[in-house]
């Protein structure tokens, strides 16, 4: 089966792991996203994950927390799902590793380009947790960033919406979606996909990114086999 896309990084917010319940975990959701990123591995894609952490605390919405803080918390929830979707795909034969940019080696591999790129190449789907492992970074600028360093063909951000739109589609019934654009359309315009600091890496690194909506999981093997799911942003030529 011919592959669009070799080798992806896809981010997961921690959202989207909770379902319905809109906290913790909910592990039917999390078992159809992982069916659909072991038909990737099955198919001869190379898969790295970029986990948010929302669905436990988000560092910029934490209330009277220190910000600082918070973002460690935030962090430290990444790897909680980081290590949850790890579970489950190795109960269904996936072989994973999870690499954390915070060290905690009792439980997960300190994030090391070198062997990130070998567990690639070996099939292995490599989860990163910790975001950057700073705070005031979101885990959209951890997937732009880990993109880029893995030489991942495209960044593959699952949201809620079926592609990036001119405004609200949720609150506009004129609202106008996007089959492609450009990172410039998306800074220029202020355009809500990812935050700023993330399109700016891609743009510069001209990592494509593609925003496509996760309710239908198997949207994730489509894009990789190259069929048209989302909106597809590009860096300027």
Same mark, same amino acid.
């Given at each position: @089966?011919?592959?669009? &896309?070799k080798r992806i990084?896809l981010k997961?917010? %921690? ?6 319940? =809109?906290?913790?975990l909910?592990?039917? +959701? ?8 072991k038909k ?5 894609a ?5 986990v ?12 009277s ?6 973002? =460690?918390?935030?962090?430290l929830?990444?790897?909680i799902?980081a290590?949850?979707?790890?579970? @489950?795909l190795?109960s269904? %034969?996936?072989?994973?590793? +999870? ?6 080696q009792?439980v997960?591999?300190?994030y ?7 567990h690639l190449?070996k099939?292995?789907?490599?989860i990163?947790?910790? %975001?950057?492992?700073?705070p ?8 732009a960033?880990?993109g ?10 699952a949201?809620?919406?079926d592609?990036? &739109?001119?405004?609200?589609?949720n609150?506009f ?7 492609t654009?450009t990172? /410039? ?8 996909? @990812?935050d700023m600091?993330?399109?700016?890496m ?6 494509p @990114?593609?925003v496509f909506d996760l309710s239908?999981?198997d949207?994730?093997l489509?894009a990789?086999l ?10 300027? /030529?």
């Amino acid at each position: @089966m011919e592959l669009k &896309y070799k080798r992806i990084i896809l981010k997961l917010s %921690g959202e989207a792991l909770a379902g319905e319940k =809109h906290f913790g975990l909910d592990y039917d +959701v999390i078992r159809n996203i992982c069916e659909s990123i072991k038909k990737c591995v099955d198919v001869g894609a190379q898969v790295g994950i970029v986990v948010g952490g929302g669905n436990f605390i988000r560092g910029r919405m934490s209330g009277s927390l220190d910000r600082v803080r918070a973002d =460690h918390m935030g962090m430290l929830a990444t790897a909680i799902n980081a290590l949850a979707l790890s579970d @489950m795909l190795e109960s269904m %034969g996936v072989e994973t590793r +999870v690499q954390t940019a915070i060290s905690m080696q009792q439980v997960a591999e300190p994030y090391i380009r070198n062997r990130a790129l070998r567990h690639l190449e070996k099939g292995r789907v490599v989860i990163f947790g910790c %975001g950057t492992g700073n705070p005031m970074f979101s885990t959209d600028s951890a997937a732009a960033l880990r993109g880029a360093e893995i030489d991942a063909e495209i960044l593959m951000k699952a949201t809620l919406v079926d592609g990036v &739109y001119d405004k609200d589609p949720n609150k506009f019934d004129d609202a106008k979606r996007y089959d492609t654009l450009t990172f /410039s359309q998306v800074l220029n315009d202020n355009l809500a996909v @990812m935050d700023m600091a993330a399109a700016a890496m891609c743009n510069e690194n001209k990592l494509p @990114m593609l925003v496509f909506d996760l309710s239908r999981p198997d949207n994730i093997l489509d894009a990789v086999l190259g069929k048209q799911v989302g909106t597809v942003i590009t860096a300027e /030529s």
